[in-house]
Nanobody, 121 residues
C-alpha cells in the first residue's frame, strides 16, 4: 500500500520561496506519476502539477507555470515542489498524490495528509 507524507509547509512572505517534499513508500516509486494539488480556504482541491514516473515530463496549472517546479528523486523516493515568487493566493493546503498521468483527482489513487502553506502580503 502506498503511503505519502508531505513536509516543508509554513509561513512565507509574498515574493518568497518554499520547497515542499513528498516522501513515498510501499511500492515502486518510479512506477507512479506523482502530482501536487492544493486546496485554498473555502475552495475545492485544484491541480497544481504532475510529473511522470521517470521525471522526464511535467505539466503545470496555468496559475503556477513559471513559478513552481516539480522534481523527483527516484533513489530517495521523494518528490519536490519548488515554489518561487509566492503570492497570497498560493495560500492553501498542498497535497501530494500518486497514480497515473493526469490532472484530475480520479487519476491518483493515493494521497498524503497535506501540508499548509501560508503566504502573507
Amino acid at each position: 500500500q502506498v503511503q505519502l507524507v508531505e513536509s516543508g509547509g509554513g509561513l512565507v512572505q509574498a515574493g518568497g520561496s518554499l520547497r515542499l517534499s513528498c516522501t513515498f513508500s510501499g511500492r515502486t516509486f518510479s512506477s507512479y506519476a506523482m502530482g501536487w494539488f492544493r486546496q485554498g480556504p473555502g475552495e475545492e482541491r485544484n491541480f497544481v502539477g504532475v510529473i511522470s514516473g521517470s521525471g522526464g515530463t511535467r505539466s503545470y496549472a496555468d496559475s503556477v507555470k513559471g513559478r513552481f517546479t516539480i522534481s523527483r528523486d527516484n533513489v530517495k523516493n521523494t518528490m519536490y515542489l519548488q515554489m518561487n515568487s509566492l503570492k497570497p493566493e498560493d495560500t492553501a493546503v498542498y497535497y501530494c498524490a500518486a497514480g497515473r498521468w493526469g490532472s484530475k483527482d480520479a487519476d491518483f489513487s493515493s494521497w498524503g495528509q497535506g501540508t499548509q502553506v501560508i503566504v502573507s502580503s
